[in-house]
Nanobody
C-alpha cells in the first residue's frame, strides 16, 4: 500500500518560487511513475507534470513549461515540483499521484491512470 504526503505549499508573490515535496511510503518508490496535478476553484483537476519511474521521461503542461521542474529522488522516496516565476493563475491545490498499477518506463497524464493520491497542498500566488 503506497501513501503520499505533500508539503511545501504556501502564499507567495507573483514571480517568486516554491518547491513542493511528496514523500512516499509503502511499495518501492522506484517501481512506479508519478505526477503532479492541480485543481483551482471551480475548475477541474489538471495534469501539471509527470515523470517515469526512473526520471528518464518527463511531461509538462504547456501552461507550466519552462517554469516548473518535476524531479524525483528514488533513494529518498520523494517527488519534487520546483515552481519558478509563479503567476496568480498558478493558485490551486496541488496533488501528487502515483500510478502503481503500471510497470512501464513511461509517464502518465490522465487522472484515471493514477490510483494513489496525496491529500493536497495549497499554493496561493498574490499579484
Amino acid at each position: 500500500q503506497v501513501q503520499l504526503v505533500e508539503s511545501g505549499g504556501g502564499l507567495v508573490q507573483a514571480g517568486c518560487s516554491l518547491r513542493l515535496s511528496c514523500a512516499a511510503s509503502g511499495r518501492a518508490f522506484s517501481s512506479y511513475a508519478t505526477g503532479w496535478f492541480r485543481q483551482a476553484p471551480v475548475k477541474e483537476r489538471e495534469s501539471v507534470a509527470a515523470v517515469s519511474w526512473n526520471g528518464g521521461r518527463l511531461y509538462y503542461a504547456d501552461s507550466v513549461k519552462g517554469r516548473f521542474t518535476i524531479s524525483r529522488d528514488n533513494a529518498k522516496s520523494t517527488l519534487y515540483l520546483q515552481m519558478n516565476s509563479l503567476k496568480p493563475e498558478d493558485k490551486a491545490v496541488y496533488y501528487c499521484a502515483a500510478a502503481t498499477r503500471y510497470y512501464s518506463g513511461t509517464y502518465y497524464r490522465k487522472q484515471g491512470e493514477y490510483d494513489v493520491w496525496g491529500q493536497g497542498t495549497q499554493v496561493t500566488v498574490s499579484s
